[in-house]
């Protein structure tokens, strides 16, 4: 069965810095893989996907992602951090069949 | 489009009571999934209903029960409400093909926030 670790459990970055948030991912064929964003109170939106394809991909709010099979991993990043993007971010794998499994989540606090 | 709604948003029961939370998917979604969020042991899959059939089921105790109905709408029922049962509960739908491929991801709703006194 697939499995996602995200290593980070809170990071803390300046607003207007880079940010990374990494994920490995263990799943035997490609996986489908995933990043959502979750605000206080709210439910988990989406961010991006990658099913196949190009190993980099563009989400919304200025998010991208690069999938590397060498190193199981999905990694977010943004070259530009906002105070808004303050939240708790999740990587999620797929199988084909809906089983899909999430990572424990990063909670991301941007200082001023 | 309306996204996933979920209703109510915020419960307050106490222990020994039963609870029902509702969840409409998006139009022409047929798969809805339950979870339960809690601080300490984050995401967890409850199970996932397509086309009034569970279908996939996650280690929750028999306490966790849910159903479809015809129009997908789908309820999550918990009887004998414990302490930690408090938590957010997420519904997410997604679209399944005829040919039953799956065209994730999962699209979340709001959530209800349980609260157990």
Known sequence: AQSVTQPDIHITVSEG???ELRCNYSYG????????????GQGLQLLLKYFSGDTLVQGIKGFEAEFKRSQSSFNLRKPSVHWSDAA????????????MRFGAGTRLTVKP | KAGVTQ????????????????????????SVSWYQQTPGQGLQFL????SETQRNKGNFPGRFSGR???????????????LGDSALYL???????????????????????LSIL
């Open chain 2, 7 to 30: 209703t109510p948003r915020y419960l307050i029961k106490t222990r020994g009571q039963q609870v029902t939370l509702s969840c409409s998917p998006i139009s022409g979604h047929r």
């Open chain 1, 88 to 99: 708790e971010y999740f990587c999620a794998v797929g199988a084909g069949n809906n089983d």
């Open chain 1, 29 to 40: 064929a490609t996986p489908y893989l995933f990043w959502y964003v979750q605000s206080p």
């Open chain 1, 17 to 19: 810095a880079s940010l």
């Open chain 2, 91 to 113: 519904c997410a739908s997604h679209h399944v093909v005829a040919d039953d491929r799956e065209d994730l991801p999962q699209h979340f709703g709001d959530g209800t926030r």
């Open chain 2, 68 to 82: 479809q109905f015809s129009n997908s709408r789908s309820e999550m029922n918990v009887s004998t409400l414990e």
């Open chain 2, 47 to 50: 199970f996932e209903y397509f």
